[in-house]
């Protein structure tokens, strides 16, 4: 063998090296969980380094305490198999929820006992309240599903975008905020926007940092890592946000106005937290948006690909926007980001298309799967690449001043 041949192990080595029995990776093999990369002449399995990120993925989601079923599932969902960092981080926030759990299952048990040391009686409406924290539905598939979305639809403009500034560089160079301002963001998700900008943050600044899901505000937590205790965290709906009039003299919104059933609400909301003279950053898209990834959905033409989710933006928009907004502010401005996308490689392609909702991998056959890649390299190979519109910008708009 040399140098440039990936090295390959027969099942025997396989199973030694990675602490599993032969009937596991022969188990597997049959469900199509952890298929070999290769075979000998005579038949016999063989298996490729690669192919031990996998089973350690694998054992990871059954750790969590996911069935083989769900753990397949997640395993053709997740295309780009060479990102083992994207991999692996993650499975570290799923663990750490994983962990959170644990931790609340112990303190309710530990309150049991420590119940029957003092009085040798159980309130057993506590200790149901066990039961309760033990069967919690954590929602490990949706979690691990929603993070790997997130992070394919960051990726492909990480990869690919004209303009090198990157979005939330940009947005965090035009907020005009006061050094002692107290600022919230509804809809932080995973934190991206201070992850990116950390170095840029002053001393003064009091962050409050809301989502609806908690899930989401932990990823935030963990990406933030030893900068976490810069920022408070609080689950909050931009419909029935929990603070007091007058509150903050800022109010950010990036790229989440559009996901809330009564805008209108949220505004008024928003309007309401904001002190006089303070100012709402709310940032969108415009309808032409990733308009060629539409067109390209629409023309390979599968019943297993839905364009429902990319209309989903409609409620608020750079269009419609301003409208919304003058009910509720005054000085309303709008400002454009400028990037386009030149994509080169079909795969993050894919990772994008199958993270919108309605688009699931698992749903396509291996035949079908290679049609979608064939396809999208083929629309490569006529440019080079495939160029994709991005419309993307914010409003600021302020509250009335008291006089």
């Not at 069935?67 to 799923?94: A, G, P, T």
């Not at 600044?205 to 205790?229: Q, R, Y």
């Not at 100012?279 to 948006?289: D, Q, R």
């Not at 502010?329 to 199958?354: A, C, G, H, Q, W």
Request: aromatic share 10%; with cysteine.
């Amino acid at each position: 063998m040399n140098n440039n041949e990936a090295p390959v192990f027969t099942t025997g080595e396989f199973a030694k090296k990675s602490g599993v029995t032969l009937r596991t990776l022969r188990y597997y093999d049959k469900i199509n969980l952890l298929k070999p990369c290769s075979y000998t002449k005579s038949g016999h399995r063989l298996y490729s380094k690669s192919d031990f990120g996998k089973l350690q993925k694998i054992l990871t989601l059954k750790f969590i305490g996911l069935s083989l079923k769900d753990i397949s599932k997640i395993m053709n969902y997740d295309m780009e198999d060479s990102n083992i960092k994207k991999s692996l981080e993650i499975q570290r926030v799923i663990m750490k929820e994983k962990v959170h759990h644990i931790e609340a299952v112990i303190k309710s048990i530990d309150e049991a006992i420590n119940m029957l040391d003092t009085s040798n009686t159980l309130n057993w409406d506590k200790f149901i309240n066990i039961i309760s924290i033990i069967n919690t539905d954590q929602k490990w598939m949706n979690q691990y599903e929603n993070a790997s979305n997130l992070k394919a639809r960051i990726r492909i403009h990480e990869l690919f975008s004209i303009n090198a500034k990157g979005w939330m560089n940009w947005f965090f160079e035009h907020l005009n905020i006061k050094i002692d301002s107290r600022i919230l963001e509804l809809g932080c998700g995973d934190g991206e926007l201070w992850e990116k900008n950390l170095n840029r943050i002053p001393e003064g600044w009091n962050i409050v940092l809301t989502d609806f899901s908690e899930g989401m505000l932990k990823d935030a937590e963990v990406n933030l890592g030893e900068n976490s205790g810069r920022f408070n965290f609080k689950i909050a709906d931009a419909q029935k946000i929990p603070f007091e009039d007058n509150s903050f003299d800022v109010v950010i919104a990036n790229n989440m106005l559009y996901h809330i059933s009564n805008i209108n609400l949220a505004l008024s909301e928003i309007h309401r937290v904001l002190k006089p003279g303070g100012t709402l950053y709310a940032s969108t898209v415009g309808k032409n948006h990733m308009k060629e990834m539409r067109d390209i959905v629409n023309v390979f033409g599968s019943k297993n690909l839905t364009l429902n989710s990319w209309t989903l933006t409609e409620n608020f928009q750079l269009e419609n926007g301003m409208e919304k907004l003058n009910k509720w502010f005054n000085n309303v401005k709008l400002k454009r980001y400028k990037d386009s996308l030149k994509i080169t490689d079909e795969i993050p392609l894919m990772n994008y298309i199958f993270s919108m909702p309605g688009n699931n991998k698992s749903s396509f056959t291996g035949k079908e799967l290679k049609n979608l890649t064939d396809f999208l390299h083929s629309e490569i190979m006529k440019n080079d690449y495939i160029y994709i519109t991005k419309d993307t910008g914010f409003f600021s708009a302020q509250t009335a001043l008291n006089i």
